[in-house]
């Protein structure tokens, strides 16, 4: 085309352009998984921690009312401040993760959410220094919420960038990491409530399961300094790909980011209504014993954590769109039995319905979200990508959820709203699966 102007080829596919990766190494992807996910369970063992004491223990001692509701309200308040700070840490961690490559970044994260966690272990109560001890509870639980942000995706990508294959299975281990955190984090109540009484557990043995989170903090540490970098963000180095401002390049292509987003807003919010809300209700409104609705929450979270890797595997198989689709829509079936179940005050249905609940449907929803994910992403803004979509829909679906779930209470003083607030996250989710990039289809 002769005297024309020069036509600017098409941009090329992101994936195609890609270099290969070096053989994987099964020796070195073990030990990269095996970090990844003991890593991943002392962060949610912490971030975990919080919900539960704010539930059970933190109305009481940092924000007394004399509305039982009212302390509830406010505590759960805080607990959304984690999730607000969540998208900041990603953004810093995905841009960080992506220039510098993924294992440093999860060696800070996990630094900085276990010395916050246990800070908040040693921290005066209002009954000791007035308002500045929920100020300086805010102030950690920013700190808490800045370190997820970036854990559970370069968690991902360190254990899956490691082999191509069998990658719905891989990451399946992950997010069952997430549920042993979850299992950890209200078994040290459950037993703490068990063994001591109600003075003894405010005064002093709340305190015991935050401290502790020093002696996992240095194991995680040990394992994550010994594991080699991403093969994949490596080849992106030798190949000079490296993205030199990885977040504003991957949000001028915000497909992949909004489906991230949508589908994290469904499953967060049904997931922390029951997780949270729900065990609060019971407890408060229900009339339940605290140890019941701990049992039943333990009971679920087990079960999820062993069913994940056999989600993963049938992903890896049939897709994992298909299984994000199926838990999005049972969610929305059970909005309204499961708070029928919980009315009824019976341990046994209330059990079984959490189990069902979080069991088996959450984690089908869940366990194939790190290869489901990941497959939108090119590897050179990966890291950013999933944790701008996945932290954003954290604040919507997981910090406001049990805020406003307890709204809805006081404003209707039924749970019909919040089984419809449910319904429609689950319906957003679904969204989000529909405009997803045609790669993670």
Known sequence: MSGGAPVAAPAPDARAAEPAPPPADAARGRRALAAAAFGTVLEWYDFF????????????LFFPADDPLTSLLLSFAVFATGFVARPLGGLVSGSLGDRFGRRRVLVATLLAMGIATALIGMLPTHAQIGALAPMLLVALRLVQGLATGGEWSGAVLLALEQSPLRR??????ISSAV???????????VVLVAVLDEQALLDWGWRVPFVASLVLVAIGWWLRRRVDESPEFLAVLEARREARRPVAEVLRRPRGILAVFLVRVGVNTTFYVVSVFCLSYASTVVGMPRETTLTALLAGAAVAAVLCPVWGALGDKI???????????AFAVLAGPLFLVLDTGSAALVVGMVVVAIGIVNSAADGVQPAYFTAM???RVRYSGISIGREAGAIVGGGLAPLAATALLAWSGHWWPIAVMMAVAAAVGLVGTAIAPRAAR
């Open 168 to 173: 719905g299975f891989r990451g399946a281990f």
């Open 319 to 329: 897709g994992p769109r298909r299984l994000v689709v199926g838990g999005l829509v």
């Open 49 to 60: 921690l919080y919900g539960t004491a704010a539930a059970l223990v933190f109305p009481t």
């Open 179 to 189: 549920y042993v955190g979850l299992i950890l984090g209200n078994l040290a109540f």
């Open 377 to 379: 992403f090119d590897a």
